[in-house]
């Protein structure tokens, strides 16, 4: 039932700034958990930041103070405000949707690729 449509991923230079768009369908955006994940080559996919349905975050340690994750209800959108970005930062971002519900169903994005390179 839930689409997520992620934007905003690109090529940025080390040091640089991105921010990522998840617009999502529905009606019940402001009762669900959010978050991003992201999947660097080789790697397995971790979770980058989260945002729960009542606003509280979390972060990965290996981006604290350089990400922030935030959502306007409003718009049905959860952002990822990148800082100061790392060649290890280097991914195909997620987006993705936890709906605590009965059943509980996830929902994930496209995906979008996050270059950092000089």
């Known amino acids: 039932q839930v689409q997520l449509v992620e934007s905003g991923g690109g090529l940025v230079q080390p040091g640089g700034s991105l921010r990522l768009s998840c617009a999502a369908s529905g009606s019940g955006f402001s009762l669900y958990n959010m978050g991003w994940y992201r999947q660097a080559p080789g790697k397995q996919r971790e979770l980058a930041a989260g945002?729960?349905?009542?606003?509280?975050?979390n972060y990965a340690d290996s981006v604290k103070g350089r990400f922030t994750i935030s959502r306007d209800n409003a718009k049905n959108t959860v952002y990822l405000q990148m800082n100061n970005l790392k060649p290890e930062d280097t991914a195909v971002y997620y987006c993705?949707?936890?709906?605590?519900?009965?059943?509980?169903?996830?929902?994930w994005g496209q995906g979008t690729q996050v270059t950092v390179s000089s």
């Open positions: 945002i729960s349905s009542g606003g509280s975050t």
């Open positions: 993705r949707v936890q709906i605590v519900a009965l059943p509980p169903r996830d929902y």
